[in-house]
């Protein structure tokens, strides 16, 4: 009884976001100059104690790296070596200063600086963020790119030639708030 009445009550004081599994995924790309692959996942949580309303307010999204699927094994296999995924299994993206009110306004693509914690390395950078909202739906959109050496990943590689170290995110989240 005590505990559900700390979930409620936790649920009360920091509104969350509902994603839409279904409909979400954040995709990766690599490339290499024999092939190119993507890595996609629907497996998402978003923590954040923003509301439609909030002037300031932040949010972090994680992923589990094992949940990254390209539809080969062996690449997704040697995907989890190279970014030690079972030492770091998790990577973040924390936002500290969102207004949600303010980019809804905006129709447009705002950039904002991102903590990106991957492979055991925290790293700020500018990410852009395009947020709409149709009824009570939240589309959330970003594309922007990592460097793998900046995150000290070891490239690996095929016929001695390393994969390119520029790595493409592809983000689209559907959602709406849980508290309005």
Partial sequence: MKLGLILLLFSLVFPGFQIDKTKSSICYTGSHPFHDWKGTTSQIKIITDCDIV?????????????SFISGNDNRDSNMLFYVDGFSF??????????????LLSQEKTVNFDGEIDFHGFKIVQGIPLFITKENDTIFIRSEFSIKLDTFKVDRPSLLMVPIKNE?????????EFTQK
């Fill in 89 to 102: 299994p998790i990577v973040k993206i924390s936002f500290p200063h969102l207004n949600i009110s303010n």
């Fill in 167 to 175: 790595i493409r995110i592809f983000v689209n989240i559907f959602g």
């Fill in 54 to 66: 909030n002037s300031d307010c932040g949010a972090t999204i994680s992923v589990p790296v094992m």
